[in-house]
Nanobody, 127 residues
């Protein structure tokens, strides 16, 4: 059974930073595309960032326009973990952040194309 466990959420002031982590168990991590999504109260779940491993030291990443230049996604295949470094946080970044895995191996921005989901971790940015 595949499991994703997120950690690292919390309360931070605007302009601050947080790093989210997500550990995968139950299948080979390197073959899974990993993404981060977020959902604010009353809103749909939206894409934040995603990454795929292309072999060797080659990784690909994709970002939502709202977070480009502020957030960085990375993965450590040896630790079965994906990270989301969030800098220059804004109040509008406040949401429950979900880690997701896509078995096909190539990342996507679509919620429906991910096979595995974590339980979510809350990020609150105060103004």
């Amino acid at each position: 059974q595949v499991q994703l466990v997120e950690s690292g959420g919390g309360l931070v002031q605007a302009g601050g930073s947080l790093r989210l982590s997500c550990a995968l168990s139950g299948r080979t991590f390197r073959s899974v595309a990993m993404g981060w999504f977020r959902q604010a109260p009353g809103k749909e779940r939206e894409f934040v960032a995603a990454t795929s491993w292309a072999g060797g030291n080659t990784y690909y990443a994709d970002y939502a326009d709202a977070v480009k230049g502020r957030f960085t996604i990375s993965r450590d295949n040896a630790k079965n973990t994906v990270y989301l470094q969030m800098n220059s946080l804004k109040p509008e970044d406040t949401a429950n952040y979900y880690c997701a895995g896509r078995a096909s191996g190539w990342y996507s921005e679509k919620v429906s194309e991910y096979d595995y989901w974590g339980q979510g971790t809350q990020v609150t940015v105060s103004s």
